[in-house]
């Protein structure tokens, strides 16, 4: 992990969306000061691989450490307060259980822009829908383009 890089927490870092998150992040060696693993008590205690290291997985505690960014992926009813909280405290909790028709914030969709992402992170959330929706998006939007929809 590097100095002066961002407090990074994955919740529900060992199911199969949080350990690919925790793999992408060191596989592009983004400036991490502190990665923190979260899981279910089930879970807690062992480790998942980052990079070189492994990273001790903790229990979910009832009020999360101040972070700069958060990857959400513990299910959508835990995910949605939990970015609530983070949001207000500063945090960019990025939601990847939003089902869909889902009130929460606008999603994130392959294919967009950095600019049209950090739009959506009003309040801190940005969410990203479940992967059929996600397969959905990218030629919905190119005909979109054309004709609209």
Known sequence: MKVGGARVAVVGATGLVGQ??????????????????????????SEVAFGEDGVRVQRLPPELPQVDIA???????????????????????????????SPRPPL???GW???????????????VPDPLAQ?????????????PI
Do not use: M, T
């Open 71 to 101: 990857f959400l992926c513990a299910g959508a009813a835990v995910d949605a307060e939990l970015a609530d909280d983070l949001a207000a405290a500063g945090a960019v909790a990025i939601e990847l259980s939003v089902p869909r028709g």
């Open 108 to 110: 994130a969709l392959v």
């Open 113 to 127: 822009r950095e600019s049209e992402i950090a739009a959506l992170a009003k309040g801190g959330i940005v969410a």
């Open 135 to 147: 397969l959905l998006a990218v030629p919905l939007r190119a005909i979109g383009a054309v004709v």
């Open 20 to 45: 690919e998150i925790v793999s992408l992040l060191a596989e592009r060696e983004l400036p991490i000061r502190e990665l923190l693993l979260y899981a279910s008590e089930r879970s807690a205690g």
